[in-house]
């Protein structure tokens, strides 16, 4: 079993990917990870339980280097299966692939990609018969992979993303200061910036409140230069990169998600696991993760108005705060657990052995 993803720094997918393989070579699979960048937070915890780890650099060419060194690999290594996540690596694996035509091909999505031009999608096309199974982390990614017409001689289904079970922080009281947090890249996707009209708003009703954002990116710039426009420099505390955000959820009341899109949000589901509410975009996988009224709220996009008004009546309300809270905590450890994920990945890999 080999697995392909672009690089493993900070983000969803690199996660998700360093959870499986570890659980993959916990339950006994034989296992390894093919990036194309050196480097990144998880490259450790993948060494740190020996899981074999294989780099291929871009180089020159446009990836023609790092295309070729996966070729040998996959052709000295011979997997079963190979599995590739985000669409460089969906590309490049099944490209590379071609010098190992008995192995079985997964391609797993995990976000909208409205950026892709019009010569990527092409090239996707013309590799499509090296799909046999595509697989997206929520409904909303593999309907719209259907309509693009992604894998239309494979096999789709949707994995939810799994997280270990679990406290994400030591317990205790919240902060005393309303609080709000989001956790995240400052990237257009995530929409930082939508939090400062909205947050605006709520500090009207909330004099004391406090926002707190944690993450880096092209943004960030961007984000602290609107803050100060709108004198809100008190209100918002910009923490950085941080490579373990886990104390962070203990530090908030509510977990707020901007997002213009997005697939099955980790972050999302470390807030579910900690029993906090979520207040979200209804946009893509998000209307899958939280259930609106039980779990947390869901509002438009770009309506800093419902936004405010949703994470006000939260803090308003401790209690309400506290049961959607605990109805997202349980939904995590039914729905959204590292085991469930690992389970059902398993189950597709089986399957796609038996058909030989």
Known sequence: MALVIPSLAFGGAERQVTLLAR????????????????GGPFRDQLQGVGVPLRVFPQGG?????????????????????????????????????????????IISIRGFDDDLSWYHRLADRLLDRRAHVVVANCQALLDDARRRGIGRRARHL????????????????????????????????????????AMALLARRFPELEVVVVGGG????????????????????????????????????????????????NVILEAMRAGLPVVATAVGGNVE??????TGLLVPEGDADALAAACGRLL??????????????????????LAAMAGAYLRLYGSLMEEG
């Not at 317990?171 to 400052?186: A, M, N, S, V």
């Not at 602290?224 to 104390?247: E, T, W």
């Open 23 to 38: 659980e993959l070579l916990r339950q006994g699979s034989r296992v390894s990870v093919a990036t194309f960048a050196a």
């Open 61 to 105: 060419g446009k990836g023609l280097t790092s295309l070729a060194g996966l070729a040998r690999h996959l052709r000295q290594a011979r997997p079963d299966l190979v599995h590739s996540f985000l669409w460089s690596a969906n590309f490049r694996a099944r490209l590379a692939g071609l010098a190992l035509p008995g192995a079985r091909h």
């Open 158 to 197: 949707v994995i939810y993303n799994g997280i270990e079970a679990g406290t994400v922080h030591p317990g205790g009281e919240r902060p005393p200061r309303p609080t709000i947090g989001f956790i995240g890249r400052l990237e257009r996707k995530k929409n930082p910036q939508a939090l400062v009209p």
């Open 218 to 265: 092209s943004l960030e710039d961007d984000l602290k230069r609107r803050i100060a426009q709108a004198g809100l420099a008190h209100v918002f505390r910009l923490v950085g990169y941080q490579q373990d955000v886990a104390d962070w959820y203990s530090r908030i009341h509510v977990l707020v998600n901007t997002s213009l899109s997005e697939g099955c949000c």
């Open 289 to 294: 993760t939280v259930r609106d009224g039980q």
């Open 316 to 337: 308003s309300a401790p209690d309400l705060s506290r049961t959607m809270g605990a109805a997202g905590r349980a939904r995590l450890e039914a729905e959204f657990s």
